[in-house]
């Protein structure tokens, strides 16, 4: 059974840095980092493949969010730097069951608010 549990959000100041957690259990293919703000959609923020060499970034965070990858402890991490008010949000980790599935498995969220 595939679980995956976030861990790391919180409330910052604007300009701050923070880094989320995933860690993952179970067989998965690409991971990825969602954020859904309050009264918006869920929206795409990074995703990096199983090897780790191939990223994806939303325009939004292009340049100030980087996602990694530690195979051996099964964790993937969201490095964010110089956070706005706008990057206020419930983070989501998400991984697929097979290559070219959709974000099949989710996590439970975690709260990330940054104050101006």
């Known amino acids: 059974q595939v679980q995956l549990v976030e861990s790391g959000g919180g409330l910052v100041q604007a300009g701050d840095s923070m880094r989320l957690s995933c860690e993952v259990s179970?067989?998965?293919?690409?991971w990825a980092w969602f954020r859904q703000a309050p009264g918006k959609e869920r929206e795409f923020v990074a995703s990096?493949?199983?090897?780790?060499?191939?990223?994806e970034y939303a325009d939004s965070v292009k340049g100030r969010f980087s996602a990694s990858r530690d195979n051996a402890q099964n964790t993937v991490y969201l490095q964010m730097n110089s956070l706005t008010p706008e990057d206020t949000a419930v983070y989501y980790c998400?991984?697929?069951?097979?290559?070219?599935?959709?974000?099949?498995?989710w996590g439970q969220g975690t709260q990330v608010t940054v104050s101006s």
């Open positions: 179970g067989r998965t293919h690409m």
């Open positions: 990096i493949s199983t090897t780790g060499t191939y990223t």
């Open positions: 998400a991984a697929k069951s097979a290559p070219f599935s959709n974000y099949n498995y």
